[in-house]
């Protein structure tokens, strides 16, 4: 029988009013116990020494404003919220913990508005709240404080580790500028009346021989840019501390047919090439963002157009000189090679090939503001191929990842180029290799992995990131007799691939999402060390001055490479789906196998995400149906919130009905059947590390998915949805359908894809139709000031039923319900 295309239902939706049924905390707030009038009294003295001209640090006399430290006691927290109050100009910068369990925030305050403190101070020390219980006015932003200070540079780092020694030493910096800064000098900065910060500061920066580069990025009151400079540099810009939010780090990249003579390879080259039937001009694509492609390989030139291999840098061949975009577009198109020359079938190509270089090896490694080159790198190609319409893009360069899975500049571009700002920037399909293992490290397999964190910036929310597996652990070759394969077992971890299981946070993405085929490495029996050998290693093309056409490659960045063939395959079959539909297929259609469970054994699911995300895809289960096999896929948007007179609240809660086979499920009775739920949708970034505090979240909203329990009424549907919502820090207290789910609410509810499997009884989900789709609070619900209260988002949601018995029928009654438009 031929394969069933997904169904798409219409009109399945139904909007009510969604609003939190009862104020909702993280639970109460926790200071230590302060002697209330000392107390008080020391911390205005503090905050009085702090604006004395007289201990004014270098860098902040000449300064509109005060940039201030406050301090919580070891393993308590600062009141965050209330540290920052947008009305007098009072901003919180920046906040982190430090080795000790100290809680520091820097907080800029303007010039005569310190009284907003001595104030709060003063009613702390002598004015009570009313009630049955009255407490000091304002004792919990007071008894959280222990120590105010005028902040140093050091006050502004939100990097990993400790803030750099040596005052004179030059450094490249990620410098985070305070969109919201107008200093007093700033008529140099305006531009037809419009205030630019990064050009005023760029300005005042070279006359202090500070060099800034013309790259900058745009995130929700914060722009960044790079800085070489020293401390001392850096304290001499004119009004420094009346620009600067945050100070980080820039991040530098680290630096049997192939025995076969080059006249060889090249004659298997041909054969194939006579199969290939070549891609339509508006075929979907694989952008690689990579070292570029050597488009004429005969392989790779029916695929991808002279105009659409491109350079971020107008200086650059767009040749690959490095060899390692050639191999990566080669597995883009074909999968491994290995399969297509061992065949005699006609491969018949449904996407195509683009390239924007953004890498050079052969340079000297210096810091990029990446961010701002992938984003512009995306726009190159759109303007050079403006008609193609689904373009997957396929980053494999990736960086150290020292941010423990918070978000870095380069993270946050890529969310918010996946995020799309409008209609000239739509949202796009980001495919990000998870990062590798350095190969001196790999004979360490497999606690290695579990040590080394994914790779910035593979963290990214709306980016899929992709690990790596290993399929291959037979060795041919007899150079290489006594070796062995490192992972030793097909589908199991590649000792390449990157895991978050060192991740401390609760509150960022597990990754990767999903993973692929990698290839493997060996054990060298004489030094003990792991290196590449070409039997366990992915074919693929190259270009090759001796006239080699073929090389071996590996790791998640062929990984990445095999995912994005998997997403523009999909995309081909249903060209009218939004790229958050493409992922949320990939991700529903992965698997975790059986070496993969037992090389986790007695590891909590958890653990099974951080290392293998959801699994590897199947493209058959991601692209077809079957009569027991069926998926429904629902495109939506909603808006999270709205603006009433007198907050920002949550709006709009969709239950979705669907067309349910619900005589075939009782007919079923006992039999065991499965429901998988997938929810993907994009966030909006705010990357400032400001405490990721309600305020200050990250997100722009979340979204998450419920399901009609067997037993609920639709009205008890109704009001348990309502009264679920919460903020992310609120556990859920699990219930008995809650075990039917395999991951559950609280390990589901990460980052912004979503997807669990439910199992139980044919009967059972008989009557579990309905599944609601609500929101969660974000920045946009919290930061009235930036407008976006109003903003709608799309997702995506995908739905299967199946069951194990073959003779069963879900499709053909759920079709004929269905006013369907099979396109997709």
């Known amino acids: 029988m031929d394969p069933l295309r997904h169904l798409f239902p ?6 009510e009013s969604y609003q939190y049924p009862h104020k909702v905390g993280g639970g109460e707030f926790s200071a230590p116990p302060r002697d209330r009038i000392p107390h008080a009294a020391s911390l205005v003295s503090q905050l009085l020494t702090a604006f004395d001209e007289e201990s004014v640090p270098v860098g902040q006399d000449a300064c509109q404003g005060a940039v201030l430290t406050f ?18 100009g009072i901003e919180l910068l920046n906040a982190r913990v430090d080795e000790n369990g100290v809680m520091h925030a820097a907080v800029y305050v303007p010039t005569g508005k310190a009284s907003y403190f001595i104030k709060r ?38 990097d990993a580790g400790l803030f750099p020694d040596g005052d004179k030493v030059k450094r490249w910096w990620e410098i985070w500028l305070r969109d919201t800064a107008v200093p007093k000098a700033y008529s140099i900065a305006f531009q037809d009346d419009v205030y630019d910060v990064v050009k005023d500061f760029r300005q005042r920066s070279t006359a202090a021989g500070v060099q800034v580069p013309d790259r900058q990025l745009h995130f929700p009151e914060r722009r960044v840019v790079l800085g070489h400079a020293s401390i001392e540099q850096l304290l001499a810009i004119e009004g420094v501390f009346d620009f600067l939010a945050e100070l980080r780090l820039a991040k530098l990249l680290p630096g049997e ?4 003579t080059s006249d060889a390879q090249a004659e298997f080259v041909d054969e194939l090439r006579s199969r290939v039937v070549p891609p339509s001009i508006q075929a979907t694509a694989v952008c690689h963002l990579d070292t570029g492609v050597n488009r004429s390989h005969p392989l790779l030139e029916m695929a991808i157009s002279e105009e ?17 975009g050639t191999a990566m577009a080669g597995l883009a198109l074909y999968g491994c090679l290995t399969e297509v020359l061992n065949s005699s079938d006609p491969v018949v190509l449904s996407h195509r090939l683009e390239s924007v270089k953004i890498f050079r090896p052969d340079l000297p490694t210096e810091p990029e503001l990446w961010g701002e080159m992938t984003i512009q790198a995306a726009a190159r190609i759109e303007i050079a191929a403006p008609n193609c319409l689904q373009r997957v893009f396929c980053l494999t360069v990736t960086v150290e990842g020292r941010d423990n899975g918070a978000p870095s500049s380069w993270s946050a571009a890529v969310d918010q180029m996946c995020f799309g700002a409008d209609d000239a920037s739509p949202p796009q399909l980001m495919i990000v290799s998870a990062g590798n293992l350095p190969l001196e490290l790999r004979h360490e397999y497999p606690k290695r992995n579990y040590l080394e964190g994914v790779e910035d910036p593979a963290h990214s929310w709306n980016a ?3 690990g790596a597996i290993s399929k291959h652990a037979s060795i041919g070759q007899t150079q290489y007799a006594g070796w062995e394969a490192v992972a030793t077992v097909g589908d199991q971890l590649n000792p390449a691939s990157r895991t978050s299981c060192i991740w401390t946070s609760k509150s960022w993405p597990l990754k990767p999402d999903i993973v692929m085929n990698g290839g493997n490495v060996a054990l060298n029996p004489a030094t003990k060390r792991a290196d590449y050998i070409d039997d366990l290693s992915l074919l693929t093309t190259r270009v090759s001055p001796t006239g080699g056409l073929l090389t071996t490659t590996g790791d998640t960045s062929a990984a990445a490479a095999l995912a994005s063939r998997f997403a523009a395959r999909l995309w081909a079959e249903y060209p009218a789906l939004r790229p958050e539909t493409i992922r949320a297929l990939m991700v529903h259609s992965a698997r975790w196998s059986e070496p993969m469970l037992e090389q986790m054994d007695g590891c909590s699911k958890e653990m099974l995400l951080r290392c293998f995300g959801y699994g590897e895809p199947n493209f058959a289960k991601a692209c077809w149906s079957a009569l027991n096999t069926t998926t429904l896929v629902v495109e939506e948007s909603m808006q999270p919130f ?3 007179a007198a907050k920002v609240k949550t709006k709009d809660m969709h239950l979705h009905k669907l067309p349910w086979p619900v005589d075939v499920l009782r007919d079923l009775l006992d039999v065991e059947v499965r429901m998988q739920v997938t929810l993907s949708y994009y966030i909006e970034p705010s990357p400032g590390r400001r405490g990721w505090t309600k305020k200050h979240r990250y997100q722009s909203h979340g979204l998450r998915f419920d399901v009609k329990r067997p037993t609920d009424t639709d009205e008890e549907f109704r009001k348990r949805i309502s009264a679920a919502a919460r903020d992310e820090e609120e556990q859920v207290t699990s219930s008995t359908d809650d075990r039917n789910w395999k991951l559950g609410k609280n390990l589901r509810c990460k980052g912004s894809l979503h997807s669990d499997v439910w199992s139980g009884t044919a009967a059972d989900l008989a009557t579990s139709g309905v599944i609601a ?3 969660v609070t974000g920045w946009w619900k919290n930061r009235p000031h930036l407008r976006r209260h109003d903003m709608k988002t799309h997702y995506s949601l995908v739905v299967t039923i199946e069951t194990d018995a073959e003779e069963v029928d879900l499709y053909t009654p759920i079709f004929n319900q269905i006013d369907i438009e099979l396109t997709g």
């Not at 006691?73 to 109050?85: H, N, Q, V, W």
């Not at 200070?149 to 939100?158: D, N, Q, Y």
């Not at 047919?257 to 076969?260: H, N, P």
């Open 464 to 466: 899929l990131a992709v």
């Open 257 to 260: 047919i192939l025995a076969l």
């Open 308 to 324: 659409h291999v491109q350079t971020i840098d107008p200086n650059w061949s767009s040749a690959d000189s490095h060899g390692h």
């Open 642 to 644: 709205e603006k009433t």
């Open 10 to 15: 219409k009109s399945t939706k139904s909007t």
């Open 121 to 158: 101070l003063e009613q702390y020390a002598k004015e009570d709240t009313e009630g049955a219980n009255p407490k000091p006015l304002n004792q919990a932003l007071v008894d959280s404080i222990t120590a105010i200070k005028r902040a140093t540079l050091g006050s502004l780092w939100s």
């Open 71 to 88: 301090q919580s006691a070891p393993e308590f927290k600062l009141k965050l919220e209330s540290l920052d109050f947008r009305p007098s």
């Open 773 to 775: 789709v609500f929101p």
